[in-house]
């Protein structure tokens, strides 16, 4: 129930508007089941006919984080942000791109002191990565593109990429959500002016639009909670207590907006890769 209260509110806040009561959304020039663009909601049929039939040109991986993100958003967030901007990019270039099972524990031993991160060694990482792409090129997918949503994998995907597409000899590339912000963009929406940080503005604001039911605020008092902390880094402890206060600056519209920009940056990544054949 709270997936499809989220969903039905996203798809009321962007640009493919809902039918009331309905599990319909706006694809191209159709109405269609959001799902239908998840592989892992997907029956093999549906995948097979898909695949076979020549409508499906590419597929998107996400990759994201089970990690801290301060007193008040969910660990999920990094997953669950990049699969809805993979999920909203797919369905904007419907039916030719699919989203395949999120990553949902990435690379984040730099946030192990705060309780509840998990953490994968870079190389466990690569590999559950490279072994979902192996996987869908072993079903005759030629194109895929890792969307990235948490800060800790950027650098290793962006090193593995090369050796990804040379391996399995197929279109692979590596790319983070935010690649979408420029600095105007940033400078324009965000009163910290920073995009991603962390659970700070930018993703509190994308939590708010996207999946307010991820923020839980109640409670939260950080003076409190600030020497039980334990961060060791004297650097990383300030971060932590500047993120706190930026995320007050978040707002819904905010959110709306960056996903957006995101959207339609992913879809047009997408556009590309299917034009390059
Ligand atoms: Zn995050």
């Known amino acids: 129930m709270p997936e499809n209260l989220s969903r039905r509110f996203v798809f009321g806040t962007l640009a493919a508007a809902p039918l009331a009561g309905s599990q319909l959304t706006r694809a191209g020039d159709q109405y269609l089941n959001p799902r239908k663009v998840l592989l892992w909601e997907s029956t093999r049929k549906e995948f097979r006919e898909a695949l076979e039939g020549g409508a499906l040109k590419a597929m998107i991986v996400p990759a994201g984080s089970t990690e801290q993100h301060n007193e008040h958003l969910a660990m999920i967030h990094d997953t669950a942000s990049v699969t809805l901007v993979a999920q909203q990019a797919a369905l904007l270039v419907y039916p030719q791109v699919m989203v395949a099972t999120p990553v949902s524990v990435g690379i984040s031993p730099h946030w192990m002191d705060r309780k509840g991160t998990l953490s994968l060694r870079r190389e466990t990482f690569l590999a559950v990565v490279f072994e979902i792409c192996e996987s869908l090129k072993t079903h005759g997918v030629t194109r895929i593109l890792i969307l990235n949503g948490h800060g800790g994998n950027a650098k290793p995907l962006a090193e593995a990429a090369p050796e990804f597409r040379s391996k399995l000899g197929i279109n692979v590339q590596a790319r983070n959500y935010w690649d979408a912000y420029t600095p105007e963009i940033i400078k324009k929406y965000m009163e910290s002016n ?70 339609e940056w992913v879809a047009e990544r997408l556009r590309e890769m299917i034009a390059q054949g």
């Open 194 to 263: 920073k995009a991603p940080a962390h659970a700070a503005e930018f993703e509190t604001s994308f939590a708010m639009a996207a999946f307010p039911e991820r923020i839980h605020w109640e409670g939260v008092d950080y003076a409190k909670a600030k020497a039980r902390l334990n961060i060791k880094e004297p650097g990383s402890a300030k971060d932590d207590e500047l993120f706190h206060q930026e995320a007050k600056l978040a707002a819904t519209w905010k959110g709306e907006a960056m996903i957006r920009i995101a959207v």
